[in-house]
């Protein structure tokens, strides 16, 4: 799940605002599990809503448009890249290594030789896929120490699968270029095959850590937010000023669910009617987009990837102390994960960001 810090093509949409949103979600959402905030509410009204929009999937939506839209735009593969890179790569680095460093400092983290702890951290780095970075070099992490824990994060498999949506893209998009509907066509049938590899393999499944972690099983919502770009200039008017049509919608189906099973949806082994949901969570995510836009409601401030990465990390500290159950910790967690993704922003991601836009500008000169 990670940042996509790109516009549709027109720049007027409420993208910022709906990915600050799926990463609010997603935090809360883990506070109520492992906080122990909810307890006294599962299966109100309150959990209904809160877990029927699950943020992973409004985050792989968005990405999949605005990526691909970024991919359309961008002069080569390299220059592609590179934006993705320096959107990416800055902020991860800093964000492993400072929960690495709290291993250390607490007991939990043993390095026995640097080497080999480099080659550990560099593949960690380069797939944000501790899972991966234990498999291909060893595993310097025990389970002793303040935190009681070998990984600070859990959720960066989100950011795995993302990479290799980027990496898996660019095959599809130049396939569409030169054949339009056949490339259409193509993402719509590695989507559906998609989606038929998740009742297979997900996250869940200790026993295929590779694919459980790739685009693969989750190719079929990124596709959504895909096939949506690709004809925008003929679906647009579903979309545009229909937000309150598309979020009655959810909510109908949401309160249908609700009295029949549960109202979370799952994004793995997903039944029909959850991929059925997500489709229409897309659409309510799209309208979202681009009805009543207001561009500069956040002053360009994007705090959510940072909330991503950080929530974790202050929700570990707080178990460690052992706070946990504590109606007040509705307002230490957000607020402690809130003022290290402006921290994220401000030393990190937004010098990043200008350094991008340096480099993209320099390249049109030169051109």
Not at 60 to 80: C, E
Not at 142 to 160: I, P
Not at 162 to 173: G, R, V
Request: proline letters at 3%; a positive charge; aromatic letters at 16%.
């Amino acid at each position: 799940m990670g940042p996509s810090n790109e516009h549709s093509s027109d720049h007027r949409n409420n993208f910022d605002l709906l990915r600050l949103f799926a990463a609010c979600q997603v935090m809360f959402s883990h506070a109520w599990n492992w906080l122990h905030l909810g307890d006294s509410l599962d299966g109100t009204s309150v959990f209904n809503l809160l877990f029927s929009a699950p943020g992973v999937a409004i985050f792989f939506v968005i990405s999949g448009f605005l990526v691909t839209d970024s991919y359309i735009r961008s002069s080569s593969a390299a220059s592609f890249f590179v934006k993705r890179s320096l959107r990416i790569f800055p902020a991860l680095f800093v964000n492993i290594a400072i929960m690495e460093l709290a291993l250390l400092v607490t007991g939990g983290l043993h390095v026995t030789g640097i080497l080999q702890y480099l080659s550990y951290f560099t593949v960690y780095i380069l797939t944000a896929a501790r899972i991966w970075a234990v498999y291909f070099t060893y595993e310097p992490y025990t389970m002793s120490g303040f935190y009681g824990a070998s990984d600070l994060s859990g959720v960066l498999w989100t950011l795995t699968v993302e990479l290799t949506f980027y990496l898996t893209l660019p095959t599809l998009l130049e396939i569409w270029r030169r054949w339009k509907r056949a490339g259409a066509l193509v993402v719509a049938v590695a989507a559906l095959g998609s989606w038929v590899m998740a009742q297979h393999f997900n996250i869940t499944d200790k026993y295929n850590p590779f694919l459980s972690v790739t685009a693969g099983p989750t190719f079929w919502i990124f596709s959504m937010g895909v096939l949506a770009r690709f004809y925008w200039h003929r679906v647009s008017k579903i979309f545009e000023g229909k937000l309150l049509w598309w979020l009655a919608t959810h909510l109908a189906i949401t309160w249908w669910v609700a009295g029949t099973s549960a109202a979370f949806i799952s994004i793995n082994n997903a039944a029909p009617v959850d991929a059925f949901r997500i489709a229409v969570l897309a659409g309510l995510v799209l309208s979202a987009a681009h009805s009543f836009p207001r561009p500069n409601l956040l002053r360009g401030q994007d705090l959510s990837y940072g909330i991503y990465l950080y929530h974790m990390l202050v929700m570990h500290t707080l178990i460690a102390i052992g706070w946990v159950g504590h109606w007040w910790l509705w307002i230490v967690e957000p607020v402690g994960t809130v003022a290290l993704a402006a921290l994220s922003w401000a030393l990190i991601e937004q010098p990043a960001m200008k350094l991008r836009t340096s480099l993209v500008a320099r390249r049109l000169s030169v051109a």
